[in-house]
């Protein structure tokens, strides 16, 4: 813990040297790069990088989710910290069981490409602040687990070898770890779990500590954004913790920021924060979330008309717990090939994307009930061919 904190805390010093140093460095070393999904259209790109990779999306049509984290060994959704108020410091040993022996980023990628995927998103920072990709600023990562692995990296080198585009979900409106995330009482109640005690290792005390997550997140988002080059897009959740408390998020800082390192980068926050997102990315419905509150239908009219994309996942949603991460309560009753062609056929009727989910196990595997739909709706699908 104490590590930890220091790494988040007074390396936090050198947070804006680490900034500025890889953006230069990025921009030196890739400057005229085309990535390889868009490589048929690089006189494009060369132009305007961000209008040629937002045509690219609006045709995109189906791309893979992947939820995995260390709430996969438990087996009970990603939420699982939260909903069985699992203490911060119990939940956190989970990285020492974390191995992810079988995740394959080859077998993956050849999977997505079968199903007639063009793209694939994974959760590089879930809720539990845990980190599948490397950090200078926290240890909280597959990096520092006995996996020793980037796994963000290691799908990047596929994608970019296959011509996948690789988007990079990043939990920005929600840490339930991080030290200085707001507390349940300034506004939003799954901003932490509802312990019956106080957890020694948060320490928000008034709204100004906020910035230091902002600045972690920044920091994180540089990262991602010069570690893996050509980055299709950051796709940020969960939205309701912007609703809430808008005046926490500097949300045109954080954008800004995303873009001055891949100007091409396409930026998703669900239905909007500030209508200044180049997609909208609601969940199983084409349409806002009523829970989002005059602020949410707001910003919903202001991007209603940008491209949609619209995620899903294979676990049932009536499973308690969740149905993205990983569920044991949720073998043998995954939809099948048929179910999904009739979700690719309503994100077509409205003329958006599907973002389809899977749960890798704890190990890292597929499992084999996805396998065998993955392999087959390509095969049925009218819309795909």
């Known amino acids: 813990m104490e590590r930890r904190k220091f790494i988040l805390t007074a390396s936090m010093a050198g947070a804006g040297c680490f900034l500025s140093e890889s953006k230069a460095i990025y921009k030196s070393n890739h400057k005229f ?66 191995k992810a022996d079988r995740f394959d980023a080859d077998f993956i990628t050849d999977l997505a490409l079968e199903a007639g995927m063009k793209y694939i998103n994974i959760t590089t920072k879930h809720h539990d602040g845990f980190c599948l990709f490397n950090s200078k600023y926290d240890d909280f990562t597959s990096v520092h ?44 109640d799954k901003s932490r779990p509802d312990y019956a005690s106080e957890q020694p290792e948060y320490q928000y005390k008034e709204k100004a500590d906020f910035k230091k997550y902002i600045q972690y997140t920044h920091t994180q988002f540089g990262e991602l954004l010069t570690q893996y080059p050509g980055v299709a897009g950051i796709w940020l959740d969960p939205i309701m913790g912007f609703y809430k408390n808008p005046d926490f998020f500097p949300i045109a800082e954080t954008y800004q920021h995303i873009r001055s390192f891949q100007p091409h980068t396409l930026i998703a926050f669900k239905q909007g924060a500030n209508g200044d997102e180049d997609y909208v990315a609601p969940e199983r419905t084409p349409r806002a979330h009523t829970e989002g509150g005059p602020l949410g239908l707001k910003v919903w009219e202001m991007n209603k008309y940008k491209p949609k994309e619209i995620c899903d996942t294979l676990q049932p949603k009536d499973i308690p717990g969740s149905s993205w991460g990983y569920n044991t309560l949720a073998d043998g009753k995954h939809v099948n090939e048929h179910y999904v062609v009739k979700m690719l056929e309503q994100a077509a009727s409205v003329n958006a994307n599907l973002l389809l989910n899977i749960g890798p196990k704890g190990d890292g595997s597929i499992p084999e009930e996805d396998i065998l739909t993955l392999k087959k709706i390509k095969k049925i699908s009218s819309y795909l061919k």
């Open 145 to 188: 687990s006995p996996a020793r692995r980037d796994l963000v990296q290691e799908l990047s080198v596929q994608c970019n070898k296959k011509g996948l585009a690789l988007f990079l979900y990043y939990s920005y409106g929600v840490d339930w770890r991080h030290p200085y995330f707001f507390p349940n009482h300034v506004g939003w």
């Open 33 to 98: 790069d085309v990535p390889a999904y868009l490589q048929h259209v690089s006189a494009d790109f060369q132009r305007d990088p961000r209008k040629t990779n937002l045509d690219w999306f609006k045709d995109a049509r189906f791309g893979l989710f992947l939820h995995y984290g260390l709430y996969s060994i438990l087996g009970k959704g990603e939420w699982s910290q939260l909903t069985e108020k699992i203490p911060v410091a119990e939940y956190a040993r989970l990285k020492n069981e974390f």
